[in-house]
Nanobody
Framework: QVQLVESGGGLVQVGDSLKLSCAASGRSFNSYDMGWFRQTPGKERECVAHMWRSGTATYYEDSVKGRFTISRDNAKNTVYLQMNSLKPEDTAVYYC????????????????????WGQGTQVTVSS
């Protein structure tokens, strides 16, 4: 089992940057593929980024490609989401998630394929 705690959210202006962190405790962090999801009221939770446990093979949702970067430091048991050029539509609660499955293709986008979730961190982008 693993516990996930996100941090780094906040209120920023359009064009600003934020770096979210997700610290994991418990079972070996490098046993998990990791994903970042976001959710706004009334909408489904969507996957914005995913990374395999090896650190290779990343996925980005189209609207964040070129602006967001997922990375992980297995020595620190932490996964990051660097968010640049933020837009009002990026406003959401951001969650990190972990899975023991090796997910490929559209399976990475499906929340139920992830076993563990953090509590979420709010990101608000003001225009």
């Amino acid at each position: 089992q693993v516990q996930l705690v996100e941090s780094g959210g906040g209120l920023v202006q359009v064009g600003d940057s934020l770096k979210l962190s997700c610290a994991a405790s418990g079972r070996s962090f490098n046993s998990y593929d990791m994903g970042w999801f976001r959710q706004t009221p009334g909408k489904e939770r969507e996957c914005v980024a995913h990374m395999w446990r090896s650190g290779t093979a990343t996925y980005y949702e189209d609207s964040v490609k070129g602006r967001f970067t997922i990375s992980r430091d297995n020595a620190k048991n932490t996964v990051y989401l660097q968010m640049n050029s933020l837009k009002p539509e990026d406003t959401a609660v951001y969650y990190c998630a972990a899975t023991t499955r090796t997910l490929t293709g559209s399976d990475r986008l499906i929340g139920r394929n992830y076993d563990y979730w953090g509590q979420g961190t709010q990101v608000t982008v003001s225009s």
